[in-house]
């Protein structure tokens, strides 16, 4: 887990925020005892999760399609390559939204603004660490394959708000 106490604190916060500001089917469906806390949730999102991404084209219509997800530091990233679709539209519209949904027994989802970094870049460094420690025990030239990537980006979702299902 990468998150410090700060962080884990913040997330609590958007948490909170984020089931207060929940409308009334929303609330009768994740009632309190299927909300996640924050120590819980960043527990519970260690290493690579599989994530669908919805962005927004030029006419509005929305865009999904699935990504490697890692929470670090209490935010979800993803990268792409510079002409994916999905990064064209976040340039252009960084309003996004992503879901985990391994199965019905937990969904987090997240709504917010993406910020896209240089994958090679510092920014990136946990990112980039995070996708070696998945990946390089399946695909031994993971790295070099990954280094070897021109103007890919790392997406870090910045978000408004974050809701968590659980049904333990």
């Given at each position: ?37 924050a ?6 999102l ?18 999904t ?72 025990p ?6 070099e ?13 910045e ?9 333990v």
């Open positions: 887990m990468l998150e410090t106490t700060e962080e884990l604190a913040a997330l609590q916060q958007l948490l909170d925020a984020s089931a207060a500001a929940a409308g009334p089917h929303m609330r009768d469906i994740i009632t309190a005892d299927r909300r996640m806390d120590p819980a949730l960043a527990e519970r260690q290493g690579m999760c599989l994530i669908t991404v919805a962005t927004a084209t030029a006419d509005g219509r929305p865009l399609g699935p990504f490697d997800g890692y929470f670090l530091h209490g935010s979800w990233w993803f990268s792409s390559g510079p002409e994916a679709v999905r990064i064209r539209h976040l340039k252009a519209r960084p309003a996004v939204s992503a879901t985990y949904l391994p199965g019905e027994e937990l969904a987090v989802t997240v709504h917010g603004r993406a910020e896209l970094f240089d994958l090679h870049g510092p920014d990136c460094a946990e990112l980039r660490q995070a996708m070696l420690d998945h990946y390089l399946k695909q031994p030239d993971f790295q394959w990954m280094d070897g990537l021109t103007g890919a980006f790392g997406v870090r979702i978000a408004g708000k974050l809701f968590t299902f659980a049904s």
